[in-house]
């Protein structure tokens, strides 16, 4: 098939940019996904509460709001398939984006496929992920779940010194356990880290596991020099060890930043390949708010528009 636009990726920018795309008679025909970099819907899919998306002043389900947005993508007439790209050759024209079950020509194409989160893969991780466990600080800090309990966060970057740090402002203590002696983030984050009453830094431990029925109730350590294990009672888990961009199709096709994310030109959604365009966590690893992907998802469709219209694609 021959399509004017394709979209990979069904989270809040692949969506987003399908509704402008959709409303502009463009046709999108979007790739939502099945397994790969997750479930089609991104993250959100994973997320029971939702309280910082506007519009829901009452907080929503992740899944409703995600069921939300691809109802409204289907009904200005975006074409979807339940199904993973698995093939793109981007030094064609059109591109040619394949399925393991169909092959699509585009003339424009919107990446979308997201960022996945790093997990530890602890015995109790799958029973409970979202009863207590987020790798989103900013996105789950806030829920009622976590208010004035002891919190955990793992890691030792920038990113989980300003997690705990955040954190704080709901925790009634965060323990940021490390597997080193030393942080490795930046020093001026150290310093607010260590100078912080309400955190402490647990050196030299890894977790081992996370105990709970219903929710989160405590995490076992291990300390890495001594081999001993004790259980630190605690009302959530955070990790901030890091995400992966969904990218493996693209890889050696496109200009990405040491940390694999796809380079877009500051200010707008435009990649190192003239008529491909990247939206959402794949592009963003600063941010990385539903909010932020949906806007960014706004950006690609304007900006795939007006390619399209300047090669004389209708």
């Known amino acids: 098939m021959s399509e004017q636009l394709v979209i990979i990726g069904s989270g809040p920018a692949g969506h987003t ?38 519009g829901f002043p009452k907080g929503v389900d992740g899944q409703t709001l995600m069921a939300a947005f691809r109802e409204q993508s289907v009904r200005f007439g975006t074409r979807i398939v339940t199904e993973d790209a698995i093939r793109a050759d981007l030094s064609k024209r059109p591109f040619v984006i394949a399925s393991a079950n169909q092959e699509v020509t585009a003339h424009a194409l919107i990446i979308a496929t997201g960022a996945t989160a790093r997990r530890l893969q602890l015995p109790g991780e799958k029973t409970l992920w979202n009863r207590g466990i987020s790798a989103c600080a900013v996105c789950d800090g806030a829920l009622p779940l976590f208010r004035n309990k002891p919190l955990v966060v793992v890691g030792g970057g920038d990113s989980a ?28 984050m150290q310093e607010r880290v260590l100078k912080n009453p309400k955190i402490e830094v647990v050196w030299n431990t890894v977790l081992v596991d996370v105990l709970g029925s ?101």
Not at 19 to 39: C, D, H, K, V, W
Not at 48 to 53: D, G, K, L, S
Not at 161 to 188: N, W
């Open 17 to 54: 940019a399908a509704i402008y795309t959709a409303r502009a008679n463009l046709q999108p025909f979007m790739f939502e996904g099945f397994s790969a970099g997750g479930i089609p819907g991104g993250q959100l899919m994973t997320t029971t509460e939702v309280e910082n998306y506007p």
């Open 161 to 188: 010194c300003e997690e705990a740090g955040f954190l704080t402002k709901f925790a009634s203590k965060v323990y940021l356990v490390h597997r080193r002696d030393q942080l490795r983030a930046s020093k001026i």
């Open 214 to 314: 219903d929710a989160v109730s405590a995490v076992r350590l291990k300390d890495v020099k001594t081999n001993r294990q004790r259980d630190l009672p605690c009302g959530g888990l955070f990790y901030a060890i890091g995400f992966d961009p969904n990218t493996a199709i693209f890889r050696g096709q496109l200009k990405f930043d040491g940390d694999g994310y796809i380079v877009t030109e500051p200010g707008t959604t435009r990649t190192s390949v003239d008529g491909v365009f990247a939206c959402g966590d794949v592009q963003d690893k600063h941010y990385r708010q539903a909010i932020t992907a949906a806007g960014s998802g706004c950006m690609a469709a304007l900006d795939a528009e007006r390619w399209l219209a300047d090669h004389g694609v209708h």
